[in-house]
């Protein structure tokens, strides 16, 4: 399975950024594409998580009412869309994905896409 990510950039804080992940993994089956995020001298965190096949979601807390994952069956791509950005969300943006249930947890998951940098400016 591998992974795209594209669509990071800069952005001043309260504005939005889309990500784009386009997949070349079967979602046919319990396909699950997470994101996941790494700041300067953190360590990578989960961000939100998608099952492909029933569209359930999961969020970090630190996300919730602000960003949405959502998929594209017919673009075979995943998204996470970024509203009301904070300088805290400045971070390197991943895409992963697993076969198996909704986790958020990084060990979990076996593919892994390049990451695309956000930075949020105030």
């Known amino acids: 399975v591998q992974l795209q ?14 990500l784009s992940c386009t997949t070349s993994g079967r979602t046919d089956t319990n396909y699950v594409m997470g994101w996941f995020r790494q700041a300067p001298g953190k360590e990578r965190e989960f961000v939100a998580a998608l099952a492909w096949r029933g569209g359930t979601t999961s969020y970090a807390d630190s ?14 791509s995943g998204y996470l869309q970024m509203n009301s950005l904070k300088p805290e969300d400045t971070a390197v943006y991943y895409c992963a994905a697993r076969y198996g249930s909704l986790l958020p947890y990084i060990k979990y998951y076996r593919y892994w896409g390049q990451g695309t940098q956000v930075t949020v400016s105030s």
């Not at 996300?63 to 075979?76: C, L, M, P, Q």
């Open 5 to 18: 990510a594209s669509g990071g950039g800069l952005v001043q804080a309260g504005g939005s950024l889309r």
């Open 63 to 76: 996300v919730k009412g602000r960003f949405t994952i959502s998929r594209d069956n017919a673009e075979n």
